[in-house]
């Protein structure tokens, strides 16, 4: 890059970077708010359509999975595509399809349009990753990086939170209606802060280029344990969450839709994590927080073990801390190991990272219905572990 386009990245401080972290943030917060408002509805969505809990979240699983598999099409692309106009339709398609969601009460039909939505998604995630990439200086990334993924954390509470109060308001069409509109207030906001980029280079679509790339990131060994850190740290991350509201809607506990909701306030440590961990790396370096951020999700898992509410909730809360630094670090990481094409490494990071969702997300449904909560944790800590284990190469 030429001497002079160092003058042109945002930097910490100044008007653009602020715009454009906001406009971020709006997009991580759609993303989540859409892609993860059904994990509370969960046990409403299995008593309506007669399904198993394991099957109930497939409505979840399907939606991460198409957005994990596109991912890799939409990185690619969006070398020659470019990344604003890409993000802002994708962000819109999925509000609709949200908003479809709401007027159908088949199980089929709610399932295809999830899928869809998953799909659609995939064309924001990794873009908004290479973005702030490219157009960030380097010693502002990490806070931005940060923010970004705080704009997540904050998605993934609003967005099941407010589904958990809908839903006991006028059930789960009113709770996915809700969430799809609340993604078009999003990209609105999304599409008047971001600046246009200035340091992408469009490059021409070659398959063999494409291939290229992909494997050069896969034979990279920095590269590889970021991918498997995200596929475990995720898919530990997600089944918890998900089988948690089955727990605590049955006896002892018996708690209703709002109050489970309510429990995903705990993202809110998830929003001050991730900012704060970005800022650690340059004292501590990356290693040392991802693995404090893997240790404090492990000691959070345990609390959930035992068998009182309040356990629970600080327990969720600390797996919350815990996973959103690591996050927030281990994807800052990406961009920084990989040399070039970095939609494309910021894809295969995210493909891991929703692959660990869907499919842990949707094993994890088994052991529950079938050995019970505490083998259930048992599997996700030896996961959280691998994970730590594997960020001493960082």
């Given at each position: 890059?030429?001497?002079?386009?160092?003058d042109?990245?945002?930097?910490r401080?100044?008007a653009?970077?602020?715009?454009?972290?906001?406009?971020?943030?709006?997009?991580g917060?759609?993303?989540?708010?859409?892609?993860?408002?059904?994990?509370?509805?969960?046990?409403?969505?299995a008593a309506?359509?007669?399904?198993?809990?394991?099957s109930?979240?497939?409505?979840?699983s399907?939606?991460t999975?198409?957005?994990?598999l596109?991912?890799?099409?939409s990185?690619?692309?969006?070398?020659?595509?470019?990344?604003?106009?890409?993000?802002a339709?994708?962000l819109?398609?999925?509000?609709?399809?949200?908003?479809?969601?709401?007027?159908v009460?088949s199980?089929q039909v709610?399932?295809i349009?999830r899928t869809?939505l998953?799909?659609a998604?995939?064309?924001?995630?990794?873009?908004a990753?290479?973005y702030?990439?490219e157009?960030?200086d380097?010693?502002?990334?990490?806070a931005?990086?940060?923010?970004?993924i705080?704009?997540?954390?904050?998605?993934g509470?609003?967005?099941r939170l407010?589904?958990?109060?809908l839903s006991?308001?006028?059930g789960?069409?009113?709770?996915l209606g809700?969430?799809?509109?609340?993604?078009?207030?999003?990209l609105?906001?999304?599409?008047?802060?971001?600046?246009?980029?200035r340091?992408?280079?469009?490059?021409?679509?070659?398959?063999?280029?494409?291939?290229?790339?992909f494997?050069g990131h896969?034979?990279n060994p920095?590269?590889?344990?970021?991918?498997?850190?995200a596929?475990?740290l995720?898919?530990g991350?997600?089944?918890l969450?998900?089988y948690?509201?089955f727990?605590?809607a049955?006896?002892?506990?018996?708690?209703?839709?709002s109050?489970?909701?309510l429990?995903?306030l705990?993202?809110?440590?998830?929003?001050?994590?991730a900012g704060?961990?970005?800022?650690?790396?340059p004292?501590?370096?990356?290693?040392r927080v991802v693995?404090?951020?893997?240790?404090?999700?492990v000691?959070?898992?345990g609390?959930?073990a035992?068998?009182?509410?309040v356990?629970?909730?600080?327990?969720?809360?600390?797996?919350t801390l815990?996973?959103?630094a690591?996050h927030?670090v281990?994807?800052?990481q990406?961009?920084q190991r990989?040399?070039?094409?970095k939609?494309?490494?910021?894809?295969?990071?995210?493909?891991?990272?929703?692959?660990?969702s869907?499919?842990?997300g949707?094993?994890g449904?088994?052991v529950?219905e079938?050995a019970?909560?505490?083998?259930?944790?048992?599997?996700?800590?030896?996961?959280?572990l691998?994970?730590?284990?594997?960020?001493?190469?960082?």
């Amino acid at each position: 890059m030429a001497s002079n386009a160092s003058d042109t990245h945002l930097t910490r401080g100044s008007a653009a970077y602020r715009r454009a972290t906001l406009a971020l943030f709006c997009a991580g917060f759609a993303t989540f708010a859409l892609l993860y408002c059904v994990q509370p509805l969960l046990p409403l969505l299995a008593a309506h359509f007669r399904v198993s809990a394991a099957s109930s979240s497939l409505v979840l699983s399907l939606s991460t999975l198409s957005l994990a598999l596109c991912l890799l099409l939409s990185g690619a692309l969006s070398e020659s595509w470019g990344r604003k106009a890409v993000m802002a339709a994708a962000l819109g398609l999925a509000s609709l399809l949200g908003i479809a969601c709401a007027l159908v009460d088949s199980w089929q039909v709610l399932l295809i349009l999830r899928t869809l939505l998953g799909l659609a998604l995939s064309g924001l995630p990794a873009l908004a990753m290479a973005y702030v990439g490219e157009e960030f200086d380097p010693d502002s990334l990490p806070a931005a990086m940060g923010l970004y993924i705080g704009g997540t954390a904050l998605g993934g509470l609003l967005g099941r939170l407010l589904a958990g109060l809908l839903s006991d308001l006028g059930g789960w069409p009113l709770a996915l209606g809700g969430i799809g509109l609340l993604g078009l207030l999003a990209l609105g906001l999304f599409l008047w802060w971001l600046p246009p980029s200035r340091h992408f280079k469009a490059h021409p679509l070659s398959l063999s280029g494409l291939l290229g790339n992909f494997s050069g990131h896969l034979a990279n060994p920095e590269l590889r344990g970021l991918f498997l850190m995200a596929f475990l740290l995720m898919g530990g991350f997600v089944a918890l969450f998900n089988y948690i509201g089955f727990r605590l809607a049955a006896p002892p506990f018996g708690l209703s839709n709002s109050l489970i909701g309510l429990l995903f306030l705990v993202y809110l440590v998830g929003i001050f994590s991730a900012g704060w961990s970005g800022r650690l790396v340059p004292r501590l370096g990356a290693r040392r927080v991802v693995q404090g951020g893997v240790g404090t999700i492990v000691i959070g898992a345990g609390l959930c073990a035992l068998p009182l509410l309040v356990t629970s909730v600080v327990g969720l809360a600390l797996v919350t801390l815990g996973f959103f630094a690591a996050h927030a670090v281990a994807s800052g990481q990406v961009g920084q190991r990989a040399k070039e094409a970095k939609a494309q490494a910021s894809a295969l990071y995210l493909c891991a990272y929703y692959l660990g969702s869907s499919l842990v997300g949707y094993a994890g449904g088994y052991v529950w219905e079938h050995a019970g909560w505490l083998p259930l944790l048992a599997v996700l800590v030896s996961l959280f572990l691998l994970a730590g284990w594997r960020a001493r190469k960082l």
